[in-house]
Nanobody
Framework: QVQLVESGGGSVQAGGSLRLSCAAS?????MGWFRQAPGKEREGVAT????????YYADSVKGRFTVSQDIAKNTLYLQMNNLKPEDTAMYYC??????????????????WGQGTQVIVSS
């Protein structure tokens, strides 16, 4: 059983930065960040294979967001730079099998955190 707890959301102006954290209990093979804005479908943001560092990004965040892990702390991070109003959403941390990373499909992830809100104002 894996438990995930996110933190680090908040409100920021466009162009600003935030860093999200996700503390995990238990071993994870693939971890990722997903987001869902009101009235929109859930979207994969970034995933990373635990211990390998191989990361995958949605086109909408490439060059602005960086996903990373601290293996010793069993914590996942999402550094978000140059934030845009369209990044406003609830952000969720998720864990799943290794093969789920390249697909970035939320349905493949069995463990989810409670979410943390990110609001970007123009």
């Amino acid at each position: 059983q894996v438990q995930l707890v996110e933190s680090g959301g908040g409100s920021v102006q466009a162009g600003g930065s935030l860093r999200l954290s996700c503390a995990a209990s238990g071993y994870t093979y693939c971890m990722g960040w997903f987001r869902q804005a009101p009235g929109k479908e859930r979207e994969g943001v970034a995933t990373i294979v635990t211990g390998h560092g191989r990361a995958y990004y949605a086109d909408s965040v490439k060059g602005r967001f960086t996903v990373s892990q601290d293996i010793a702390k069993n914590t996942l991070y999402l550094q978000m730079n140059n934030l845009k109003p369209e990044d406003t959403a609830m952000y969720y941390c998720a864990a799943g099998p290794t093969w789920a990373c390249s697909r970035s499909n939320g349905a493949d992830f069995g463990y989810w955190g409670q979410g943390t809100q990110v609001i970007v104002s123009s």
